[in-house]
C-alpha cells in the first residue's frame, strides 16, 4: 500500500521513502497500470474535455486543462465541440458528451452549448454521478461548478476607458443576447455609459461577427466617436469596413474589442481589448474537477469562479478632443 501510495502521488507517504520508491521504480521501468488502478478504486484517472478546437480562446483553455490534469496524473481525452453559438430553444445536446462517458471519464470539463441549460438537460450526467465544470459560459438555471470571465467587469472597464477619453456618444456591436458571455459584456458597459450620462447605441447582432452590424454603425449619424465590440473578432471587421469606407482608427473613429487574442497585437492600428485569461480558466476547472472527484460527499455548495479582466490600451483608442 505504501508502494502504491507513493506512486500515485496520494498523501501518507514521507518524502524520503517516496524518493527511495521512485527512484527504484524507475530502475526497474516500472510503471503503474491504471487499468488495474481502476478495477480496484472504481477510478480510470482519466479526464474528458468538451471544447471547440478551432478557436484561440478556447484552445488555451484546453491547454490550461490539460497540463493542470497532467501534473494531477489525469489523462485526457478531448472531443471537439463545433464553435455554435446556438440559437433560442435549442437545448444542451449531450452527443458530445456521450463518447467520453462510455469510456468511463472520472469527470468532464465543457463549454455549454446553449446557455440556459437547466438540471433536466444535465440529468443524464447527475445520474451516473460524474462531476463536471462548466467553463466560460455560465449556466443561472442550473446547478454546477463553473469558471470563466467576469464579463460584466470587462464591460465596465472599457466604458470607463472610453469616458476617460472623453467620449460620450459611444456605440456597442453586442453579441447574441441569449449567450452569457455577449449579454453580461453588454450590461457592464452600458450601465456604465448611461450611469455616466453618456449615450450608447447598441447593435443587436445574431452572431458574434457581422459585417453588416459594422456597416450600419458605421453608417449613423451622427457617428459615435468609440466602438465597443463583444469581441475581438467583430472588432477586427470592423477596422476592416472602416478602412473600405476611409474612415481612420483611432483619428475618427476609436474602435475596441474584448479577449485579446493574438492578432489584436498584430493590426495596425493595434487593438485597445480586454484581457481574459483562458489559460487560468483551464487550470481553475480542472483543479475544481479534480477535488469534486476526490472528494466522496455530494456537492451541495458549488464554485462559482469568474476571474478578474484586465484593460490592455493599445493604439485603437484616442481621446476624443484628438480626434479630427
Known amino acids: ?84 453559438y446556438s440559437t433560442p430553444g435549442k437545448s444542451a445536446d449531450l452527443r458530445h458528451l456521450m463518447p467520453l462517458i462510455e469510456h468511463r471519464v472520472d469527470g468532464l470539463i465543457f463549454r455549454p452549448t446553449d446557455d440556459r441549460a437547466t438540471d433536466r438537460h444535465l440529468e443524464e450526467l447527475r445520474r451516473r454521478r460524474i462531476p463536471f465544470v462548466t467553463v466560460d459560459r455560465y449556466l443561472p438555471a442550473a446547478h454546477c461548478d463553473f469558471v470563466g470571465t467576469d464579463d460584466y467587469s470587462g464591460g465596465t472597464m472599457m466604458a470607463r476607458h472610453f469616458l ?6 459611444v456605440g456597442f456591436l453586442a453579441g447574441p443576447d441569449f449567450v452569457s458571455t455577449a449579454r453580461e459584456r453588454r450590461r457592464g458597459f452600458v450601465d456604465t455609459i448611461e450611469e455616466a450620462g453618456g449615450e450608447c447605441t447598441t447593435i443587436q447582432m445574431k452572431d458574434f461577427v457581422d459585417l453588416k452590424a459594422a456597416n450600419e454603425i458605421l453608417a449613423l ?30 483619428d475618427d473613429l476609436s474602435v475596441a474589442g474584448f479577449a485579446d487574442l493574438p492578432d489584436a497585437s498584430l493590426v495596425s492600428p493595434r487593438l485597445t481589448t480586454i484581457r481574459q485569461d483562458p489559460q487560468a480558466i483551464g487550470r ?12 466522496e460527499e455530494e456537492a451541495r455548495v458549488f464554485e462559482i469562479i469568474k476571474l478578474a479582466p484586465s484593460l490592455v490600451v493599445r493604439e485603437s483608442t484616442l481621446a476624443a478632443v484628438k480626434q479630427k
Request: charged content about 20%; hydrophobic content about 45%.
Open 1 to 84: 500500500m505504501t508502494v502504491s501510495r507513493a506512486l500515485r502521488g496520494a498523501k501518507g507517504v514521507a518524502e524520503n521513502t517516496r524518493e527511495r520508491i521512485a527512484q527504484i521504480a524507475k530502475k526497474h521501468d516500472y510503471t503503474v497500470n491504471m487499468l488495474v488502478t481502476g478495477i480496484r478504486t472504481g477510478l480510470t484517472w482519466t479526464a474528458g474535455v468538451v471544447m471547440p478546437v478551432n478557436h484561440a480562446f478556447y484552445c488555451e483553455i484546453i491547454v490550461g486543462a490539460h497540463d493542470e490534469l497532467a501534473r494531477l496524473k489525469y489523462a485526457v481525452l478531448l472531443s471537439s465541440l463545433p464553435v455554435d
Open 164 to 169: 476617460e477619453l472623453g467620449h460620450r456618444r
Open 221 to 250: 449619424k451622427p457617428r459615435p466617436s468609440a466602438v465597443f465590440c463583444v469581441n475581438d473578432f467583430m472588432a477586427l471587421a470592423l477596422l476592416a469596413a472602416a478602412r473600405e469606407q476611409g474612415v481612420k482608427v483611432p
Open 284 to 295: 481553475r476547472a480542472a483543479q475544481v474537477l479534480v477535488k469534486r472527484i476526490t472528494v
